[in-house]
């Protein structure tokens, strides 16, 4: 399969890619990214750990991972109007935390809304570029905050 775009030409900013270390452990480190993204507007209405379902699924044996599904309501409305539903099938904005070392985690997150745009679920228009822009004034924010 040949994708229609080349992936290597795609910048880390084109699909609005942020990262942050902690040096912490890994559950202070969920609950403070938790409480970081709250604090910048966005609820936590889904949340897992891959690697717990991992583990006791095939055995994997992987280092504490984890899943924050953040969303803020209105955001997700003007998304879904925009992109004539479609966006949610990306839903919702991900952060993941994982373990690099003990007491050291990185926080890593990317735009749904600029992949969607990249990937033709969502349009490339001013009202989609806006929703853009004030999604990732949020997410600055948070990661600002981390």
Known sequence: ???PIDPNAVASSD????????EM????AIEHVREVFTDAGFGVPVEFSPSELLDEKVDAGRDPYYVLGACNPTMADRALDASDRKIGALFPCNVIVWEEEP?????????????ARLAGIAPDD?????????????????????
Do not use: K, P
């Open 103 to 115: 007491g050291v985690q990185t926080v890593y997150h990317v735009s749904i809304m600029r992949i």
């Open 126 to 146: 001013e009202t989609m570029a806006d929703i853009v822009a004030d999604t990732g004034e949020m997410v600055d924010e948070a990661f600002e905050n981390l």
């Open 15 to 22: 699909i609005g890619e942020q990262r942050a270390t902690l």
């Open 1 to 3: 399969m040949t994708l």
């Open 25 to 28: 452990g890994h559950e202070d």
